[in-house]
């Protein structure tokens, strides 16, 4: 193994490398000083960012990605479907909604809102932690009681048949017996099947019977079908966002009208 050296940056190891006479950072005395701005805007508090994944559910494809035999499929111009979401328009509006209130908690008494985010005052990390517990337990409640189990399963085979249906409009007409049908207990069967031996659409054999039904099983095999793994799914968790040393090492913070002034020199993030 080779070493590289930038002759603009100090190493924080030296002893890892072969020419012992390298300047460690920790010698250097922008560090001890940005090191120290670090650990004092660390006690004020911290950039905080919100981040929920696995709300949002949707499938789409393409006769040309799904590889479709040229004899099954009529002549058409949209060769590229429609996006399909699990839940219909007013039930993602209500969950965005959902969200917004989370965020909303961030306000001019508890934090401080700068061009690289919200910085959460320490003194209410412990009141973030339990809006963030009650934001999830909304979610939970909404999705239990406002949708259930049944609904939940017409949601994710109306989606499913809405496919469908696009589909057969692109496929000749002595082929549409071939076409997937929407239900759940061979859904759920043939999922596990295909995840047995990791399956991919690229893998198939196009010439199976079950060809469309095990396209249509891969692609949406990220939906959970079962309300349960649904909201098991769903992740809300906070990211503690950090600032390059770089840029506190011209700087002096002893207090929270120095943090506010430092604040304002932080460049916008893209």
């Not at 960012?49 to 559910?57: D, R, T």
């Not at 209410?124 to 409640?141: A, P």
């Not at 992740?235 to 943090?259: A, N, P, R, V």
Request: some cysteine.
């Amino acid at each position: 193994m080779m070493d590289t050296i930038n002759p603009k940056q100090a190493v924080l190891f030296p002893d890892l490398m072969a020419d012992l006479d390298l300047p460690s950072i920790k010698t250097l005395p922008e560090y001890d000083k940005a090191l120290r701005n670090f650990i004092k805007m660390s006690d004020f508090g911290a950039f905080i960012e919100l981040n929920v994944s696995g709300m949002e559910k949707s499938f789409s494809f393409s006769l040309n990605e799904l590889q479709i035999p040229r004899r099954y499929r009529q002549t058409r111009q949209d060769s590229s479907s429609p996006v399909y979401h699990l839940f219909p328009a007013t039930i993602r509006n209500h969950l965005n909604r959902l969200k917004y209130d989370a965020r909303s908690f961030f306000n001019r008494t508890n934090s401080v809102k700068t061009s690289y985010g919200h910085f959460l005052l320490r003194q209410y990390f412990h009141l973030w932690d339990l809006h963030r517990k009650y934001f999830m337990s909304n979610v939970v409640e909404y999705l239990q009681q406002e949708i259930g189990e049944q609904r939940y399963q017409k949601y994710f085979t109306g989606a499913w048949s809405e496919a469908v249906s696009w589909l057969r409009t692109g496929i000749k007409r002595k082929y549409h017996h071939l076409l997937p049908s929407a239900d759940i207990a061979q859904i759920r069967r043939d999922r596990e099947r295909l995840n047995s031996v990791n399956m991919t659409i690229s893998h198939l054999d196009r010439e199976d019977p079950d060809y469309f039904q095990n396209c249509f099983i891969l692609k949406t095999v990220h939906i959970p079908i079962d309300l349960a793994d649904y909201i098991n799914g769903i992740s809300i968790f906070s990211t503690f966002k950090t600032i390059h040393l770089e840029q506190l090492k011209k700087t002096d913070i002893d207090s929270l009208e120095d943090l506010l002034e430092f604040f304002n020199t932080l460049p916008q993030q893209s």
